[in-house]
């Protein structure tokens, strides 16, 4: 029987498989964040040959997990979830402030605000003590999450799974590629997803950066590609 505080969306009170499933509500492609309309620089990547099928696929979502956003994120997702549990608005404030530093394209800037302002609308209307204020996405998870008591590292392989998902998504539509193969990515880069959650579990800021350079250029040069079908 399911736990009467659970029920209740009580603060704190998901554990277990109930948090699995709230996780798995929170990123599933279907919670109107608006994720399957950004390509986070993949659209431009397609349309200058960059990326032309499932390995050079593979290897850009890759890097774009261990060397670009999706580790800066996790690592602000990590650390986010510490201030919000221990209630520290400046170190909390400071993570969301830096979160929108690091956007390197103003595509990339859009992309993680509206992902995070749509994620916070929705989620606070459903679970009120998740707060609804905007946020830079990853920060607007950590408040949540905080705010529900989740597991930080079940929170972050999720969280990952779904950048790299998003991405692989994008991919099929745009290279294209077969569906088949498109699970076939995305579950070659599953350990690398547990590997970065766990890694990010302990991570400092001082720790956060990378070198996605091609990605960064791909973001800005979208701004002004003539013919898109993404946001970014």
């Known amino acids: 029987m399911t736990d009467p505080k659970i029920a209740a969306g009580a603060p704190g009170a998901a554990g277990g ?39 050079t696929a593979e ?76 946020l830079a996405y990853p920060l607007a998870v950590a408040r949540a999450a905080a705010a529900r008591g989740l597991p930080p590292r079940l929170v972050l392989g999720f969280f990952l799974h779904g950048f790299a998902a998003n991405l692989v998504s994008a991919a099929v539509r745009l290279v294209p590629l077969g569906q088949t193969d498109g699970q076939r990515i995305l579950a070659a880069l599953l350990p690398l997803c547990e590997e970065l959650a766990e890694r990010a579990l302990s991570a400092g800021e001082e720790e956060i950066g990378g070198c996605t350079l091609l990605a960064d250029i791909a973001a800005m040069r979208h701004e002004t590609q003539y013919s898109r079908l993404f946001r970014s």
């Open 59 to 134: 290897t850009w979502v890759r890097g774009c997990l261990a060397q670009g956003a999706g580790w800066t994120d996790a690592v602000l997702l990590a650390r986010g979830m510490d201030a919000a549990q221990a209630g520290d608005d400046a170190p909390f404030d400071g993570l969301a402030a830096l979160a929108e530093a690091l956007a390197p394209a103003r595509e990339r800037h859009l992309e993680t605000m509206a992902q995070g302002a749509a994620f916070a609308r929705v989620t606070g209307a459903v679970w009120p003590e998740a707060g609804s204020a905007p």
């Open 17 to 55: 498989a109930e948090a699995a499933l709230v996780l798995a509500t929170w990123f599933s492609p279907s919670y109107p964040v608006g994720a399957y309309s950004y390509s986070h620089g993949l659209e431009w990547a397609v349309e200058s040959g960059a990326v032309t099928g499932r390995a």
